[in-house]
């Protein structure tokens, strides 16, 4: 099956620094979901990207499907911003998503 | 619209129970899939229904079992519980408007936690 592969697996910033998460994959794929998980353990929808650049306030993402991967950009960062964040991806008509092990991001104040 | 609910969100079984839980997806979303995630293997897709169908399947044993109901709400079971099986489940509904992929929205999760 597909494989996706995040870093780096831990990233501590202070606060107003920017950041970059990256998530490899190793097919081709139609979906690519960027969720933030709260402590509560909820995956918040960031974006959904197969391709091309979002931006959403200070969070932007950016997928290049040729050759195989997405950029999660987060400027600014602030305490709240903490947490996990996962690349998941899809191929084909299945709706079952392929999760990488995510990036443990802390913001220290 | 509300989003995707699960209940219960926190449950306690001994070994060799079973349990039971249950999803109601946001409004007028037709596809349910089940996640399951803990510490050592991180998240895994557990199965997704489509018009009360299972439609796909990941690799869990046959304890782990669900269903959807006519208004797309599911309920995943697992029979003989293990230790293992602690972990936080996790449901998600899509729209399944047709063939092509769509977002996936999360529910906030039932952690389950066997003795």
């Known amino acids: 099956g597909i494989q996706v592969e995040q870093s780096p697996p831990d990233l501590i910033l202070q606060e107003g620094a920017n950041s970059t998460l990256r998530c490899n994959f190793s097919?081709?794929?139609?979906?690519l979901q960027w969720f933030h998980q709260n402590p509560w353990g909820q995956l918040i929808n960031l974006f959904y990207?197969?391709?091309g650049t979002k931006q959403n306030g200070r969070l932007s993402a950016t997928t290049v499907a040729t050759e195989r991967y997405s950029l999660l950009y987060i400027s600014s960062s602030q305490t709240t911003d903490s947490g996990v964040y996962f690349c998941?991806?899809?191929?084909?008509?299945?709706?079952?998503?392929?999760f990488g092990s995510g990036t443990q991001l802390t913001v220290l104040p | 619209k509300a989003g995707v609910t699960q209940t219960p969100r926190y449950l306690i079984k001994t070994r060799g129970q079973q349990v039971t839980l249950s999803c109601s997806p946001i409004?007028?979303?037709?596809?349910v899939s089940w996640y399951q995630q803990t510490p050592g293997q991180g998240l895994q897709f557990l199965f997704e229904?489509?018009?009360?169908?299972?439609?796909n399947k990941g690799n869990f044993p046959g304890r782990f079992s669900g269903r959807q109901f006519s208004n797309s709400r599911s309920e995943m079971n697992v029979s003989t519980l293990e230790l293992g099986d602690s972990a936080l489940y996790l449901c998600?509904?899509?729209?399944?408007?047709?063939?092509?992929?769509?977002?996936?929205?999360f529910g906030p999760g039932t952690r389950l936690l066997v003795l």
């Open positions: 998941a991806v899809g191929s084909g008509s299945a709706r079952q998503l392929t």
């Open positions: 229904y489509f018009s009360e169908t299972q439609r």
């Open positions: 409004s007028g979303h037709r596809s």
């Open positions: 998600a509904s899509s729209l399944s408007s047709g063939t092509y992929q769509e977002t996936q929205y």
């Open positions: 097919d081709s794929v139609n979906n």
């Open positions: 990207i197969p391709s």
